[in-house]
């Protein structure tokens, strides 16, 4: 079995993180957790800013380890790690962040069954126009794909040269994207989208493909998600297939203080027939 990337940038051969989900990164009550559990040798991250990211204890025959990519370490645990007289090591934020993902990605397939695939091979090729069309192409630049489902829009980023960072609730969608490598375990993270902006930090660009359906009795959900993906996207590309969910959008967009420009894209009548592109200000 191959050593994961988190294990191998602290040296060891295999971990296991005391937060049980991606989307438990955030909560304090694992300091606690992690506190607790025994240990006769430590090794604590830093980032390029030496701010710690990640503290791991060595428990019997195992290592338990703790990420702080999304809160911040105690005291008490700092003072533990300093009592065992612990290894300090230094890795990129960025790169411990990806190997985070990757760890709870690979543990999410092995966890969780696929949905079916229904995926029209001609998505890609439709939606990669259209990206295109607004966008160009990217060098690299980072785009998170919000509500990313099995992962087409985040296999079109890649075909167009940006970097995906993908995000859903499904976790048997997120399997199948996965699955068939739409999805890349280092890029992908199972949370709810109407939080995202408590595990990214804003990149340049975001897209929410085939948002919807926006009604009456989903309405304040979908505003929470549109905000959170404005909230970690400078320049944001959303289609929906009615008038009324762009001009929602719209609405919600300048709340925020965000210019949102709707178009009408009849090249795909079923999908995206309405396009809402912004950029922050």
Known sequence: MAILKAAEILGVDELVFVEPQFAMLPDPRYNVTLALAGGDE???LLDEKEDPIALAFHNGDSWVAGSFLCRNPTASLIEKFENLNGEIYQEDRAAWAAAVREYYSTALISETSPSVDDLNPKRRGILGNLIENFWGSG?????????????VGSLVLRDLG???????NDETLLCRGLSEKRLLPEETMWLDATLASHYIEPVPKGIGIMMGEINTFSQDMWQLI??????VSRETLITVGMEQEALLIRDWGEELGRQVTVTENPSDPIYDLWVCRSKAE
């Open 139 to 151: 060098s690299g630049e980072t785009c998170v794909d919000c509500c990313c489902g099995s992962g």
């Open 226 to 231: 549109v905000s959170e993906l404005f909230a």
């Open 162 to 168: 940006y970097a995906p960072l993908s995000y859903d």
């Open 42 to 44: 430590g090794r604590l």
